[in-house]
T-cell receptor
Framework: KNQVEQSPQSLIILEGKNCTLQ??????????LRWYKQDTGRGPVSLTI?????NTKSNGRYTATLDADTKQSSLHITASQLSDSASYIC????????????FGTGTLLAVQP | SQTIHQWPATLVQPVGSPLSLECTVE??????LYWYRQAAGRGLQLLFY??????ISSEVPQNLSASRPQDRQFILSSKKLLLSDSGFYLC??????????FGSGTRLTVV
């Protein structure tokens, strides 16, 4: 069964600190892996997209890694800001004709002053 | 530029009432269109997808239906809402395996 699991479920950090979110997947076939940021009551916004051959991708203070052999990914947030408080969702694209996404349940991050 | 419009932003409906949520896309042709639902504390779940006008595929059995009357219009409907239909509904479109854009979502509360 295609699944995407994330950990931790929730995380509280102090402003300025770094954190790392984890994602394990069992989706096959695999086309690409995405990390999205979703603010409460809003649609997800893409942070990074990585294909099978990419090991790391950065977007400002966000850095994603991918190990396609172990089917693991991580999202590292550097020097966190209050505005980073949101749900971070790991998503895998099976690359089929319908281009469907399989979503993790997300990690809820709270950045406190 | 390519944009996606989804409305309304919030909706409160009584049990048993009908539902119609609309999503339109601008700036692209023949996109794949999707309806997702996010129940409280759960991940996004794909409900329907469409690869062309009149072509609808359902991912999960449910009380909802979808239609695509025009190339860039996707409608989510129900004849009689259930309490379990409450949730956050997102429309999305894609034209390539890498491009994927979500609408702003509709918060539906069935009372």
């Amino acid at each position: 069964k295609n699944q995407v699991e994330q950990s931790p479920q929730s995380l509280i950090i102090l402003e300025g600190k770094n954190c790392t979110l984890q994602c394990n997947y069992t989706v096959s076939p695999f086309s690409n892996l995405r990390w999205y940021k979703q603010d409460t009551g809003r649609g997800p916004v893409s942070l990074t997209i990585m294909t099978f051959s990419e090991n790391t991708k950065s977007n400002g203070r966000y850095t994603a890694t991918l190990d396609a052999d172990t089917k693991q990914s991580s999202l590292h947030i550097t020097a966190s800001q209050l505005s980073d408080s949101a749900s971070y969702i790991c998503v895998v694209n099976d690359g089929g004709a319908t281009n469907k996404l399989i979503f993790g349940t997300g990690t809820l991050l709270a950045v406190q002053p | 530029s390519q944009t996606i419009h989804q409305w309304p932003a919030t909706l409160v409906q009584p049990v048993g009432s009908p539902l119609s949520l609309e999503c339109t896309v601008e700036g692209t042709s023949n996109p794949n269109l999707y309806w997702y639902r996010q129940a409280a504390g759960r991940g996004l779940q794909l409900l329907f997808y469409s690869v062309g006008i009149g072509q609808i595929s359902s991912e999960v059995p449910q009380n909802l239906s979808a239609s695509r009357p025009q190339d860039r219009q996707f409608i989510l409907s129900s004849k009689k809402l259930l309490l379990s239909d409450s949730g956050f509904y997102l429309c999305a479109w894609s034209v390539t395996v890498y491009g994927y854009t979500f609408g702003s979502g509709t918060r539906l509360t069935v009372v």
